[in-house]
């Protein structure tokens, strides 16, 4: 069977090491760079499994990595850094990361997180691999979950992340109802024990930006403070 490849984005020496022998008494394969450029070069030739991106590097910011690289959407991008501030981690949710961890670290909850984040990636591709999963529409959207895109009536084409797949899936199977951050984070990345519950307002602040959703007051999906997020539109089923 063939190893989880992953990528280290990391200039520490002795967190690279700390990581690869961690990530490696897991049976994973672990290819470290210190600089961007090397990274963009490997991602170009194979891309891996899964990335773990420290936000400082020698040649760059790793937020670039996480928001503009060319690694596909479906390729989940963890960040790894000492910038634990609140402002840092909702940035860093918001352009992309699917999570977030913050140096020192334990190495069995980084273990965890990858491997939850994995589960749920090779879910959602087996999900998108199965022909004939249903075509929603709401409003002036029309939701394709087999090939992960949005169409709005005026034409424009939104590609959709696994990750954001998911999150709308769950929110357009159950509209009207308030869900939880609890339920959502369940729903989508099979960790509803989140330690930093704002991670849901990042991922949810990015899906309504592609649903052209008010940020200051929303109509497609709503904040209901206290309680949860409720996906306020009427889903019908085109197959």
């Not at 981690?89 to 918001?94: A, C, D, K, S, Y």
């Not at 004939?132 to 992960?148: E, L, V």
């Not at 009207?176 to 704002?198: K, N, Y």
Request: neutral net charge.
């Amino acid at each position: 069977m063939t190893k989880t490849l992953i990528y280290l984005l990391e200039d520490d020496p002795d967190i690279s090491r700390l990581i690869i022998r961690t990530l490696s008494q897991q049976g994973m394969e672990v290819v470290s760079f210190r600089r961007l450029a090397e990274f963009e070069r490997e991602v170009r030739r194979t891309v891996p499994d899964l990335c773990l991106i420290d936000l400082s590097l020698p040649d760059g910011d790793g937020l670039s990595v996480v928001r503009d690289s060319a690694l596909p959407p479906s390729v989940p991008r963890v960040i790894v850094t000492g910038r634990g501030n609140i402002t840092d981690r909702i940035v860093g949710l918001e352009v992309g990361a699917d999570d977030y961890i913050v140096k020192p670290f334990e190495p069995r909850e980084l273990v965890a997180r990858i491997r939850a984040l994995l589960r749920r990636t090779r879910l959602n591709q087996q999900v998108e691999a199965t022909p004939g999963q249903p075509i929603m529409r709401f409003g002036p959207w029309r939701a394709d979950f087999d090939g992960c895109t949005l169409t709005h009536d005026d034409g424009e084409v939104a590609q959709l992340s696994s990750a954001e797949a998911s999150l709308l899936l769950a929110f357009v199977n159950a509209p009207g109802r308030v869900l939880s951050r609890s339920q959502l984070l369940d729903a989508t990345t099979g960790r509803a024990d989140e330690p930093f519950d704002r991670s849901m307002d990042a991922r949810i602040s990015r899906l309504r930006k592609k649903l052209r959703d008010s940020t200051k007051q929303p109509t497609v999906i709503r904040t209901v403070y206290g309680a949860g997020y409720v996906f306020a539109l009427s889903v019908t089923l085109e197959k």
